[in-house]
C-alpha cells in the first residue's frame, strides 16, 4: 500500500469515528443501547469473577478439609 493511500485512509478513519462520536452524543437512544450493553458486559465478568473464586475457595477448603483427615 503506498503511503499516500494510508494517509488517506488514515484521515477516512478520523473522519468517521468523529462522524460516530457525534451522532453518539446526539442521540439518546444510541447512547441508552450502548450504555445496557456494556453494563451487561461488566456483569458477565463479575458473575465470571465471583464464580471462579467461589470455585478456588471450596478447592482449598477440601484440600484443608483432606489434610485434616490425613
Known sequence: MSNLTKLVLWD????????????????VMKL???QVVLNR??????LRRHISLQIKTQSL??????IMIF
Open 61 to 66: 477448603q477440601l484440600k484443608q478439609s483432606l
Open 12 to 27: 477516512m478513519n478520523a473522519v468517521l469515528r468523529s462522524d460516530y462520536l457525534l451522532d453518539y452524543i446526539s442521540d
Open 32 to 34: 441508552q443501547s450502548v
Open 41 to 46: 458486559n461488566g456483569a458477565y465478568h463479575q
